[in-house]
Every structure is written in structure tokens, then in C-alpha cells.
């Protein structure tokens, strides 16, 4: 007998018929002799519903009371797939993050997970139970309210569950047959991976690939729990993302393993900065101040004629208005000219372990994007990834055109988008 922590997302379970259909998969999972434990999404959109409707009442609602509002869409999901597990004839209990024993830090709309003590759902797993957990939400360990994990969270629920129960597998059921070589609904050629290191997958998350939530992929790595990403909709294998490739696949191995794109950053240019030591240091310490994650950077060498230098930098589109408005208290003291804030940008990255051992991939890379009439304008890369920063209208062809370039478009078109709006 196994423990098996089961994860849907919001469209696996965008309605009553949705329900019905993923409380079938979990009980067989029951009757196969395992014991489960699900995490659930919200609704459909629900999440972005939630906060539309929050932005009609205030365009800045209080972090305390957005995340209370948010952790509800989670609620019902838990509730109605308990009842649908009940239906047919097995015990199902319901949690939600605090009861489950998830605690965070206190930041909301983001908060860390720094503690799992799941005691209940044990008891209800030793009493025979399905035990579901609403994702998503945790309770903060200093001021005792509800903290939600960010976009995507309930994948992190499931993996941090999972590694505090010691279960066998983690599986995250979403509306693809798993994690592909670019994102099928920009590229239908896309190919569906085997398996996906922890490494290539954490670059993959943080360069934007929504299919699996950055902080998930980290704990995963951390525990070494292997993650099966599949459709709830098929019953076909999907992609297991594991500390190493197996044995033989190397061979097979592109050097390229994905491609992926986001549209959520803003960049965020500093004109006229005078070149001086400490300059840069003062700038970027008052962002990290406030707590702003910030990506790329790139300074210009500064025109000798006049000393200055311009500093351009990205950042989640969530956090600009921030960061403009402490960079405008900075112009008098360190004397720079203005601020451009650009909010249509995208980023596109190439990810690959076989880039280590296989020079001219960035030539390729930019070879095609010249091809497709696609404008650089920023560059960062790491050891198994290269990122550039273009027009976000210029940003899907891009995608494609590296897809095609680096040979991983499928002869067949084997990705299927079986539900979900792609909001
Ligand atoms: P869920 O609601 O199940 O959590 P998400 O919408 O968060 O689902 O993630 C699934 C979506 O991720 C897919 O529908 C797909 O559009 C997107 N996606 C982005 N990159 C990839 C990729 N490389 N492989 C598969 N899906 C991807
Ligand atoms: N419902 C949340 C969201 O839409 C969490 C999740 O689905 O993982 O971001
Ligand atoms: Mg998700």
C-alpha cells in the first residue's frame, strides 16, 4: 500500500461535472489499495474572478482581506469534491490550510511555507478517510491569519504535504498530458517530455512556464520527491520530473528541453544615472527595501563625454507602481535624469541541461529570432538557460520560431488542451 498526494487544478475541477469525474479517479487511486490525499484548486477562474471583483470595490485591497477572500475559492472546491467522494460510498474529509497545518511566513499574497505538521489528515488517513486539503492557503505562524502562497500555490501545497507525509509520489492532474517542450496553446507542435531534472524544471517555472509553481519544484528537489505532472481529463503517462534524466535517455537528450515565455514583467529604465560607485548599490538596495524581486539588469557603459549611464531592469508587472514610486524619492538624492516604466515586454527563455557540452546554441537562438523579425533588447543566462527580453507583441513568434530552430517540433501534433480558459 502506497500514500499518494493527488493535486488538481482549477480546471480539473471547473464544475459539477468536473467534480463528479475527478472524485471517480481518486476513489479508483482508494480502491487500488492507496492512501490519498488530494489537494484542490479553485473553480475554473475563480481565483481571477475573486479579484476582479476585489478591484471593483478598491483598486488596492489589504493584503489580510484579499487573501482571505481568495483562500474561499479553495473552500468550495474542497467541500463539493468531499461530497462527490462521499457519493460514492467512501469517507472523505475536507481541510482547509490551517486545519491541514500548512504555516507560512506573513507576507501576504505570497507567503513561504515554513512548516507542515499535517496531524489531522494523518488521523484521518489512519481512520480510513480520503482526506482533501484546500491549496493554496496556510496559516502565518506570527499573526495567526489566513496567507495565501501566490499564483499557482496549490502545486506547492501538494509537494510540501507530500514531503511532510513521506508519500510515495506526488501527482498534479492539470489540462494537459504534462509538461511539453513549450507552452501548447502558443505552440500546437509542441512535444510532451518523458522526464524533466529538478534543475531543468526550476528554470522552467521561474521563466514564466505556469504548468508547475516555482516554490513546488523547489521543495520537490529538496525532499527528492518525484513529481508526475499528468491530465486529470486522460489516463496517459505524462512527464515525471526526477533528480536525474534515466539511464540511456541522454542519447536522446535535445539540448534544448524547453522553451518558455512570460508575459508578467515590466522593465523599468533609469535614465541619465551619474556613473559613481555606490550608486548602483543605493538604488538597488532601497527596491530590495521594499521587499521587490527583481530579474534581469543591465547598466550601459556610460558616454564619456557626459559620465552617465542608463539602468535598465525587470520585475514582476505586480510590484512597478512600487518600485516607481520609491525610485522618484531617490531622483533627488542620487541625481538621475527620469524613469521609464514599459509594461509591454515579454521574455523568452531557452532551457537545456545538453546547452553545458553544446556551443553555438545562443547563435541558433538569436539566428532565429533575427529570421522572425524579433528585436533584442535585453539578455541574462545562466548555466542551462538562456533569456531575452522583447516586444510582447513580437514574443509568441519568437517561441515558435526557437521551437523550430531547435528541432523539437513533433511531426504530429500530439498536444491536447483538454480544458481551461489559459487566463
Ligand atoms: P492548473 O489549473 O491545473 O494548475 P495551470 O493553468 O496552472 O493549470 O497550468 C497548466 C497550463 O500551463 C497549461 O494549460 C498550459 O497552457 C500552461 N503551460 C505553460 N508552459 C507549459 C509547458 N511547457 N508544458 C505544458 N503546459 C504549459
Ligand atoms: N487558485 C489559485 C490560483 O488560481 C491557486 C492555484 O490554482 O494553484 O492561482
Ligand atoms: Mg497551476
Redesign the pocket.
Known sequence: MGLIVQKY??SSVADAEGMKRVANRIVAAKRDGNQVVVVV??MGD???ELIDLAEQITPIPSGRELDML?TA??RISMALLAMAITNLGHEARSFTGSQAGVITTSTHGRARIIDVTPGRIQEALGEGAIAIVA??QGISQDTKDVT????????TTAVALAAALDADVCEIYTDVDGVFSADPRVVPQARKLKTLTYEEMLELAASGAKIL?LRCVEYARRYNLPIHVRSSFSTNEGTWVVKDHPEGADMEQAIISGIAHDKSEAKITIVGVPDRTGVAARIFQAIADADINIDMIVQNVSAAATGLTDISFTLPKSEGPDATVILQKLQGEVGFASIQYDDQIGKLSLIGAGMRSHPGVTATFFGALSTAGVNIEMISTSEIRISIICRQGDLERGVKAAHTAFELDADQSEAVIYGGSGR
Open positions: 487544478g482549477g484548486s479553485a475563480t481565483t481571477d481568495l475559492g479553495e491549496g493554496f495565501t502562497l501566490g499564483r499557482g500555490g496549490s502545486d509553481h
